[in-house]
């Protein structure tokens, strides 16, 4: 009789021991993104992991993958399409290949400021925009920020239109941005965040094109001399998590992280900002000469391309719309 009871007892405890939230294994979590920590990308990353935590009570192991470790944005994008990835922070340079409503956000000066690109990106055009993501496998959770454009390069300064000839300008795998470059003149070249460094250190490219900021946090300055602050596009960036991870969370779990995207979302804008402003002393500090320029000619000169996408993509009133919000 003894025997029985102590079977039974132990049979409870050890069921206690199982059923505990704290026996519970975490869920597994990685968010993969081309850019260093110390970028707004690893700003939104470390905001997004805290809050889950917080919000979960540790339910979910968050593994931060930065600095193009799981490869380059447009393989990360295909692993979470088929599963393999659970989240990342991505420009939206190579999102468009997947979904062509996207392109739309990469039109050369849309935008006109970033109160301008923020009202737009969270209005119901935004917001329509990331959940028309889900057809693809991909499930957009927020608009997190990359910033105006720049332009960093070797030889004479870039400083009008005309300036850009021939230049080998290093671009995103992005048929927008490439037709723009093209139709000012220079020769773009498509390429892999991960083989840009070295293209610049080798002179395979003369320049390419980023928010100021990131030309400090990749140390642009070592392998480039000039920068031209063109701003010729606004880049959004989109936290966002494969459509199956998402789709096998419960109704409070996908609750938790949509609101820790939204942080994170904030929290990317928020060092976007201060990472532009650091930014400008600190290459001035490290050598580079940094032009400003006269946008207004580069405006009128891509008006065309402008006009042609939007015809040509079904995005004329699109267009309106947002040029409308500013």
Same mark, same amino acid.
């Not at 968050?62 to 295909?78: F, M, T, Y």
């Not at 050598?287 to 207004?296: K, L, N, P, S």
């Given at each position: 009789?003894?025997?029985?009871?102590?079977?039974?007892?132990?049979?409870?405890?050890?069921?206690?021991?199982?059923?505990?939230?704290?026996?519970?294994?975490?869920?597994?979590?990685?968010?993969?993104?081309?850019?260093?920590?110390?970028s707004?990308? %690893?700003?939104?990353?470390?905001?997004?992991?805290?809050?889950?935590?917080?919000?979960?009570?540790h339910?979910?192991?968050?593994? +931060?993958?930065?600095?193009?470790?799981?490869?380059?944005?447009?393989?990360?994008?295909?692993?979470l399409?088929? %599963?393999i990835t659970?989240?990342?922070?991505?420009?939206?340079?190579?999102?468009?290949?997947?979904?062509?409503?996207?392109?739309?956000?990469?039109?050369?000066?849309?935008?006109?400021?970033?109160?301008?690109?923020?009202?737009?990106?969270?209005?119901?055009?935004?917001?329509?925009?990331?959940?028309?993501?889900?057809?693809?496998?991909?499930?957009?959770?927020?608009?997190?920020?990359?910033?105006?454009?720049?332009?960093?390069?070797? %030889?004479?300064?870039?400083?009008?239109?005309?300036?850009?000839?021939?230049?080998?300008?290093?671009?995103?795998?992005?048929?927008?941005?490439?037709?723009?470059?093209?139709? +000012?003149?220079?020769?773009?070249?498509?390429?892999?965040?991960?083989?840009?460094?070295?293209?610049?250190?080798?002179?395979?490219?003369?320049?390419?094109?980023?928010?100021?900021?990131?030309?400090?946090?990749?140390?642009?300055?070592?392998?480039?001399?000039?920068?031209?602050?063109?701003q010729?596009?606004y880049s959004?960036?989109?936290?966002?998590?494969?459509q199956?991870?998402?789709?096998? +969370?419960?109704?409070?779990?996908?609750?938790?992280?949509?609101?820790?995207?939204?942080?994170?979302?904030?929290?990317?804008?928020?060092?976007?900002?201060?990472?532009?402003?650091?930014?400008?002393?600190?290459?001035?500090?490290? %050598?580079?000469?940094?032009?400003?320029?006269?946008?207004?000619?580069?405006?009128?000169?891509?008006?065309?391309?402008?006009?042609?996408?939007?015809?040509?993509m079904?995005?004329?009133?699109?267009?309106?719309?947002?040029?409308?919000?500013?």
């Open positions: 009789m003894k025997t029985i009871k102590s079977n039974v007892f132990k049979c409870i405890a050890l069921s206690a021991v199982v059923l505990s939230p704290l026996a519970v294994e975490a869920k597994s979590l990685n968010i993969a993104f081309t850019q260093t920590m110390d707004q990308y %690893g700003a939104a990353a470390k905001a997004f992991q805290s809050e889950l935590d917080k919000r979960s009570n339910e979910f192991k968050v593994d +931060l993958k930065p600095a193009g470790a799981l490869g380059g944005e447009r393989e990360v994008i295909e692993s399409q088929l %599963g659970a989240m990342t922070i991505s420009s939206t340079g190579p999102l468009g290949n997947f979904d062509k409503d996207v392109y739309l956000f990469d039109f050369p000066y849309i935008f006109k400021s970033y109160d301008h690109a923020h009202k737009v990106l969270d209005s119901s055009i935004g917001q329509n925009m990331l959940k028309g993501l889900s057809n693809h496998g991909i499930k957009g959770l927020a608009w997190g920020e990359n910033g105006f454009r720049q332009l960093t390069y070797n %030889g004479p300064a870039i400083l009008k239109p005309s300036d850009m000839d021939g230049n080998k300008i290093r671009t995103m795998e992005n048929k927008v941005h490439l037709a723009t470059f093209k139709s +000012l003149g220079s020769a773009p070249v498509p390429m892999s965040w991960t083989e840009v460094f070295t293209a610049l250190q080798q002179g395979t490219i003369d320049g390419q094109e980023n928010p100021i900021n990131l030309a400090v946090t990749s140390k642009l300055y070592e392998v480039q001399k000039q920068a031209s602050m063109t010729h596009f959004p960036a989109v936290i966002a998590m494969s199956s991870y998402w789709d096998g +969370l419960s109704q409070q779990e996908q609750q938790w992280v949509q609101e820790s995207a939204n942080v994170a979302a904030k929290a990317m804008r928020e060092s976007r900002a201060k990472l532009e402003a650091e930014a400008m002393t600190e290459l001035t500090k490290q %050598g580079m000469t940094i032009h400003t320029v006269d946008i207004e000619p580069f405006i009128e000169a891509t008006a065309p391309i402008r006009k042609k996408l939007a015809s040509d079904g995005f004329t009133q699109q267009l309106a719309d947002i040029e409308a919000m500013n």
